[in-house]
Antibody
Framework: QVQLVESGGGVAQPGRSLRISCTASGFIFSSYVFHWVRQAPGKGLEWVASISYDGNNNFYADSVKGRFTASRDKFKNALYLQMNNLRVEDTAVYYC?????????????????WGQGTLVTVSS | QSVLTQPPSASGTPGQWVTISCSGSKSNIGSNPVNWYQQFPGTAPKLLIYSNDQRPSGVSDRFSASKSGTSASLAISGLQSEAEADYYCATWDDSLNGYVFGSGTKVTVL
């Protein structure tokens, strides 16, 4: 069955970096586009990034543009989110999610599977 | 501040009908299909409705949704305690060039 498992969360100081991962299984990884979505404690969902098939044509939310970089490894069936220059407001549970329709249909698509999330805490 | 506006809460007694609104603009709901996600405390969101009004396999037909202009709504009929959760609308925003989520609505069964 489709499975997405995030890892790598933890505590980081403001201004520092952290990389989180999402490992996929149960489907053909290279055929799908993925997204990162985050949720601050007690708050709503916020889209962070969309990762293309090759990881070279990604979209980012303005709140993380220039600081976060999403990538993927087709050999490891893994997604990554490199988070640099972290801010306190980046504290959140980070979810990876699979896109249902693909890159050409991004505007019409939806997130059909989600991981369980990994908590990133930015604090001094 | 979320781009899509939802009421923070909605409630009803068992068996009642509850609706949740999602208000947007021409660049998001007015141009693209709306999806709805259900989230129980401490768990990941789950797809509830896609493409405005389509239910994925396994989702109860007590859940229905619609879209008109720059607004969308989710309806829960025959309210049961199992429906107590947070509900989020979502769509693509052409101006922001990214996905936007609603502010979320917590449904409580009285």
């Amino acid at each position: 069955q489709v499975q997405l498992v995030e890892s790598g969360g933890g505590v980081a100081q403001p201004g520092r970096s952290l990389r989180i991962s999402c490992t996929a299984s149960g489907f053909i990884f290279s055929s799908y586009v993925f997204h990162w979505v985050r949720q601050a404690p007690g708050k709503g969902l916020e889209w962070v990034a969309s990762i293309s098939y090759d990881g070279n044509n990604n979209f980012y939310a303005d709140s993380v543009k220039g600081r976060f970089t999403a990538s993927r490894d087709k050999f490891k069936n893994a997604l990554y989110l490199q988070m640099n220059n972290l801010r306190v407001e980046d504290t959140a549970v980070y979810y990876c999610a699979r896109d249902a329709l693909g890159w050409q249909s991004l505007v019409r698509s939806w997130f059909d599977s989600w991981g369980q999330g990994t908590l990133v805490t930015v604090s001094s | 501040q979320s781009v899509l506006t939802q009421p923070p809460s909605a409630s009803g007694t068992p068996g009642q009908w509850v609706t949740i609104s999602c208000s947007g603009s021409k660049s998001n709901i007015g141009s693209n299909p709306v999806n709805w996600y259900q989230q129980f405390p401490g768990t990941a969101p789950k797809l509830l409705i896609y493409s405005n009004d389509q239910r994925p396999s396994g989702v109860s037909d007590r859940f229905s949704a619609s879209k008109s202009g720059t607004s969308a709504s989710l309806a829960i009929s025959g309210l049961q305690s199992e429906a107590e959760a947070d509900y989020y609308c979502a769509t693509w925003d052409d101006s922001l060039n990214g996905y936007v989520f609603g502010s979320g609505t917590k449904v409580t069964v009285l």
